[in-house]
């Protein structure tokens, strides 16, 4: 049912855990499943994700999403981090079965909800980034597939 990806990502989580003093926070979560992630940034002078935690309250495909999403964005410009989309994630993790699809849209919002909130701190604009849903079951009915 799950690639080894996905498995690995789950029994072998990186970047765990919480920033002390975090550039940005982003916390989602999904009313229909119950999963909730929290993602912390610490990005730098030059606007690059220096560090990058996570915390997920869910299942197996939400914590190995949350991982792969960390992996994804530290060390890139918050420019790229905003192209890190659901479908992103899902291909670096081989693929999800379609039932766990909307952890990485949960993986996706809470990087824009996290980059929302360093935007918001240091009174800034990042191109193409909207305010955050903080629950994407209500987004998810209009999500294509």
């Not at 789950?10 to 229909?32: C, D, I, M, Q, Y």
């Not at 410009?77 to 909307?102: F, R, Y």
């Not at 193409?128 to 994407?136: A, F, H, R, V």
Request: charged fraction near 30%.
């Amino acid at each position: 049912m799950y690639t080894e990806k996905v498995m690995d990502h789950f029994e072998h989580p990186r970047n765990v855990g919480e920033l002390e003093n975090p550039s940005g926070v982003g916390t989602v979560g999904n009313a229909k499943c119950g999963d909730i992630m929290r993602i912390y940034l610490d990005v730098d002078e030059n606007q690059i994700i220096r560090d990058v935690k996570f915390k997920t309250f869910g299942c197996g495909a939400a914590v190995a999403t949350s991982s792969m999403a960390t992996e994804m964005v530290k060390g890139k410009s918050i420019q790229d981090a905003m192209k890190v989309t659901n479908k992103a994630v899902m291909e670096a993790l081989d693929g999800l079965p379609p039932v766990k699809v909307h952890c990485s849209l949960l993986a996706e919002e809470a990087i824009h909800a996290a980059l929302w909130d360093y935007a918001q701190k240091n009174g800034i604009q990042i191109e193409g980034l909207e305010q955050p849903k903080s629950d994407i079951s209500e987004h998810e009915e209009e999500e294509e597939y």
